[in-house]
């Protein structure tokens, strides 16, 4: 199975020309024009249409496969979210439409950013980040922006859990932070004595998420935020992980000062092979001027864009526009559908999904990295035991798994638990697809202890089988010149 | 239950195997002082036919009005193919191609899409996209800073008609790293930087200069003479384009003697729908010896253990996830599935389409500038050559002329009063091939009512 470049199908002479307009030449000066065109394809439309779709079917998706990557909570994305974002007139309104001509798109703005200031216990909200890695920034540029306006410069640390997502620290640099990282307990939990010995006066905040990426719920949270808040810095909470407490405990109650949210992973909006996502940030009463800007105000029945001349302490603005405006309306949509009862049942049923596989898994004999503790809604297996013991690590699992028709969990994240898997099976499958997925790692470990050498050689039946990375990387090759 | 198949027998048997008495059971490790009982203040579930209902009447009550606004987002014809196959659950479902052999799709598309960018933009590399043309020229800001070996001083020369919320942007991103900004004056007739205040800079330490073509007025700049300034006195050239218009204009690869080193912009004309403000895409291009400098992901082509060519996330020791506080931006998520949108359009369109789609557009916004200008009290502010924006001097103020335009179902052009209070009463309008000879007419006699 494979696919020609769209390069290798085109032909000198030939166009979709249905496409385009009839118009002549430009008038553009000749120092200032284009002197060959561009090699782009010269394709039909039937080909063009073939290609791409054919390249769509070697992809595995959630509406093929059961897609159990951790941390990117891959749940059915609701095609009625898709379908009302797409309505001729939110598609044609230009950004930059007067008020007037948008009261009924910023009504849906300004509900949405209602709806997620209630599930979070957050006072304001700004919904202008362009994906979590954008939402992080504006948390930290907050917490930044804060203390400098009380006169503190000294405040540059940001504490950030060793088990955190490679964003945090990437994040925190780019705010010109320094990063203290500090360890684990065996049990999962934060080691709360190594954080009194990190914060002090150059402390600007931390940076956690809860549950946290080990998937387990921070049972000293209320100790934490103290320890922090004592030191005089504040609390970042990477929403990434909301999935699992919607409903029945809200980051603003557990002290949290600032949160961004994965509107595209908790809300449901599609993935679309790498994006684009949606980081909307929460604040506290503290952090409420510096919010990123445009934010939706309401004034009575009106509604319009709040800028730098409402908010003149904001951290500014992120994006050309207002954000990614498309996959805010899917979310809108997708919280107007679950309601209040349904949100719950969001935390319920992905956390009941997650306890339950780790159960089958760990009665078939895998190891949970914390076998004490509670899942929340995504868990770990450590295949220490597996490597050490037949050859066979964690990516040799994934990889066969894939020939079992299952998209493979997040493999070597979090890094410090050896050999792991992290497993996120969401709310929205079935009891049944669990129990195929068990069976299959089930059949994966057999196939390991009698044969693995055919688990190392994973995957067999994929587009393409294992591939060249390191070649990739030294034999740079990242366009076609043929 | 809304997208949740668990039936009551379900339920029953998943908690007798985990062994605990009950869903709630299952939140016992929270603080029983934090758990809350319920989201008072959420709505009802709506079923789908209401919400339907819903944002209709939303969508209705903001219509459909003539749009005559670009402003760093236009209004272009896209083919109903584009649409039709991104909307397939194989793109608009998977996620980044974390595994390459089960992502071949999405991964071969992208490997097409740089190597479309890359002929469009006449430079060598290209990364999968960034979020949008601003924030991707923070990102060039800070690769220019990491890929100058040799300037020390921080310093981009920004000139005042480069769009000036991408200025924005790039300052609140890059503010913890303390680069400086110098905002270089255009030349008040022309609308265009000249090089005499480019000079005000000479000998100065300068890590980067940004140049937009065409700029945020629609009008061409001489890219040459810019970049060749720049060369000579040791910067960086980061060219900030509309991505269509390079069907038409001298690719930045070829600029002056040596070309732009770093190309970025956003990717939304090519097949993106105005959508209220994104989500669009940006891109960036650069030279061979700049990629390891570069931020976002890159797909490179390899080998699988048989030899047969494949394709899979390469370079990745620049990245959050591999390289955590050392990386080159924090960027994690792209905006894949618009990507895939623009690289279907553009083997649709080719070369020859977009070449056809610009030339409409340059040709339909001086019609339209034509026809405005025959109304008392419009001017034309440059009468330099421009693509498809042009600035208009009205003799009053240009917000009250908005809203009547708009309540005569017209959105009339952006209002560069606020940013720009030295053109005075300033409009910025767009047509593209979108606009016909009857929307200009009827702009044109809104126009007249409302300056009357």
Redesign the interface.
């Known amino acids: 199975m494979s696919e020609p470049l769209i390069f290798e199908h085109s032909r000198s002479g030939r166009s979709a020309a249905g496409q385009y307009p009839h118009e002549g030449d430009a008038d553009v000066p000749q120092n200032l024009r284009r002197k060959t065109r561009a090699r782009l394809p010269e394709v039909s439309e039937l080909q063009a249409v073939r290609h791409f779709t054919r390249l769509s079917q070697l992809n595995f998706s959630i509406d093929t496969h059961f897609y159990p990557l951790g941390s990117c909570t891959m749940k059915y994305n609701p095609r009625a979210c898709n379908q009302f974002a797409m309505l001729p007139e939110f598609l044609s309104r230009h950004p930059l439409a007067p008020d007037g001509v948008s009261q009924g798109f910023l009504e849906c703005l300004y509900e949405l950013q209602e709806m997620l200031k209630e599930v979070t216990g957050m006072k304001g909200v700004s919904l202008t980040p362009m994906a979590g890695a954008q939402g992080e920034f504006a948390g930290v540029a907050m917490i930044r922006a804060y203390h400098k306006a009380r006169g503190d410069l000294v405040r540059n640390e940001i504490i950030v859990p060793e088990a955190a997502h490679g964003t945090n620290p990437a994040t925190a640099t780019m705010c010109g932070c320094t990063v203290v990282e500090i360890p684990s307990l065996p049990d999962g939990d934060i080691d709360l004595e190594a954080l009194k010995g990190a914060v002090g006066p150059k402390t600007a905040g931390i940076m956690l998420t809860n549950p946290s990426t080990l998937g387990v719920f921070e049972r000293r949270i209320q100790e934490v935020a103290k320890v922090v808040h004592d030191a005089g810095g504040l609390l970042y909470y990477d929403g990434a992980n909301l999935n699992a407490i919607l409903g029945k405990v809200r980051p603003g109650d557990m002290g949290f000062d600032v949160i961004h949210m994965n509107l595209h992973k908790t809300f449901s909006t599609p993935h679309g092979g790498g994006g684009p996502g949606s980081g909307a940030v929460g604040v506290g009463q503290r952090l409420l001027p510096f919010l990123p800007i445009p934010i939706v105000g309401r004034a009575g029945e009106r509604f319009r864009w709040l800028d730098e001349r409402d908010l003149p302490q904001s951290i500014g603005r992120l994006s050309a526009f207002m954000g990614n405006a498309g996959v805010l309306l899917r979310a809108y949509v997708y919280m107007r559908m679950l309601g209040r009862a349904g949100m719950q049942r969001v935390a319920e049923f992905s956390t009941l999904n997650a306890n339950y596989l780790l159960a089958r898994l760990q009665q078939a004999g895998f190891d949970a990295a914390y076998p004490d503790r509670r899942a929340s809604h995504e868990f770990i297996v450590t295949l220490k035991r597996q490597a050490k013991e037949l050859g066979v690590n964690a990516m040799d699992f994934a990889k066969r798994l894939l020939d079992h028709g299952f998209h493979a969990p997040t493999t070597y994240f979090p890094l410090l638990v050896p050999e792991c898997l992290l497993v996120e099976p969401t709310e929205t499958e079935a009891k049944e697809d669990l129990d195929a997925f068990a069976a299959a790692l089930i059949a994966i470990q057999r196939e390991a202890e009698q044969d693995p050498g055919k688990v190392k050689g994973a995957p067999y039946t994929l587009p393409v089988r294992r591939l060249d990375d390191v070649r990739a990387a030294k034999q740079l090759d990242l366009s076609y010149n043929g | 239950?809304?997208?949740?198949?668990?039936t009551d027998n379900?339920?029953r048997?998943?908690?007798a195997?985990?062994?605990?008495p009950s869903?709630?059971a299952?939140?016992?490790?929270?603080?029983a002082?934090?758990?809350?009982k319920?989201?008072?203040?959420?709505?009802?579930?709506?079923?789908?036919m209401e919400?339907?209902r819903?944002?209709?009447?939303?969508?209705?009550?903001?219509?459909?009005?003539r749009?005559f606004?670009g402003?760093?987002?236009y209004?272009h014809?896209i083919?109903a193919?584009v649409?039709?196959?991104v909307?397939?659950?194989?793109?608009?479902?998977?996620?980044?191609?974390?595994?390459?052999?089960?992502?071949?799709?999405?991964l071969?598309?992208l490997?097409?899409y740089?190597?479309?960018m890359?002929?469009?933009t006449?430079m060598?590399?290209?990364n999968?996209?960034l979020?949008?043309?601003?924030?991707a020229l923070a990102e060039a800001c800070l690769m220019a800073v990491r890929g100058h070996r040799k300037s020390k001083s921080l310093r981009v020369l920004v000139p005042a008609a480069v769009?000036p919320?991408?200025r924005?942007?790039a300052?609140?991103?890059t503010?913890?790293?303390?680069l400086r900004f110098d905002v270089v004056p255009y030349d008040p007739a022309a609308g265009t930087l000249n090089l005499a205040a480019l000079d005000a800079h000479k000998g100065q330490d300068i890590t980067a200069v940004v140049i937009q073509q065409p700029n945020f007025f629609g009008l061409?700049e001489d890219?040459?003479a810019i970049t060749d300034w720049a060369h000579a006195n040791g910067a960086l050239v980061i060219a900030v384009v509309n991505p269509l218009s390079?069907?038409?204009?001298?690719?930045p690869g070829?600029w002056g003697a040596k070309g732009a080193d770093i190309v970025v912009g956003?990717g939304q004309p090519l097949g993106v729908?105005?959508?209220?403000?994104?989500?669009?895409?940006g891109f960036m291009t650069t030279r061979?010896e700049l990629?390891r400098q570069m931020p976002g992901?890159?797909?490179?082509?390899?080998?699988?253990?048989?030899g047969?060519?494949?394709?899979?996330l390469?370079?990745?020791?620049r990245?959050?996830?591999?390289?955590?506080?050392?990386?080159t931006?924090?960027?994690?998520?792209?905006?894949?599935?618009?990507v895939?949108a623009a690289?279907?359009h553009?083997?649709?369109?080719?070369?020859?389409?977009?070449?056809?789609?610009?030339?409409?557009s340059?040709?339909q916004t001086?019609k339209l500038v034509d026809a405005l200008v025959k109304t008392k009290g419009v001017k034309l502010a440059f009468a330099g050559?421009r693509f498809h924006e042009a600035v208009l001097t009205l003799d009053r103020g240009v917000g009250e002329v908005?809203?009547r335009l708009?309540?005569r179902g017209v959105?009339g052009g952006?209002d560069l009063s606020r940013r720009y209070p030295d053109l005075g009463n300033a409009l910025l309008i767009c047509a593209t091939?979108t606009k016909t000879d009857d929307d200009i007419a009827a702009y044109a006699t809104a126009m007249a009512e409302v300056m009357r």
């Open positions: 239950m809304p997208f949740i198949p668990h379900d339920i048997e998943m908690l195997a985990i062994g605990a869903i709630d299952l939140f016992d490790e929270i603080p002082a934090l758990r809350i319920s989201l008072a203040g959420i709505p009802e579930s709506l079923t789908e919400v339907g819903l944002m209709e009447a939303r969508a209705q009550r903001d219509g459909r009005p749009n606004i402003a760093g987002a209004e014809h083919p193919a649409w039709a196959i909307s397939r659950g194989e793109f608009y479902s998977a996620y980044t191609p974390y595994q390459a052999e089960a992502s071949q799709g999405t071969q598309l490997y097409e740089q190597t479309m890359t002929a469009l006449g060598q590399v290209s999968a996209s979020y949008d043309g601003a924030s769009n919320t991408y924005d942007v300052v609140a991103i503010e913890g790293q303390n061409l890219v040459d390079l069907a038409i204009f001298k690719p070829e956003d729908p105005l959508s209220s403000g994104g989500p669009y895409f061979m990629v992901r890159i797909i490179g082509r390899t080998v699988d253990l048989d047969k060519p494949g394709y899979t390469t370079l990745q020791a990245e959050q996830h591999i390289r955590r506080s050392k990386a931006s924090n960027i994690c998520t792209n905006q894949g599935l618009l895939t690289t279907i553009m083997s649709l369109l080719g070369s020859a389409g977009l070449e056809r789609v610009a030339a409409a340059q040709k001086r050559p908005i809203d708009a309540q959105v952006y091939e």
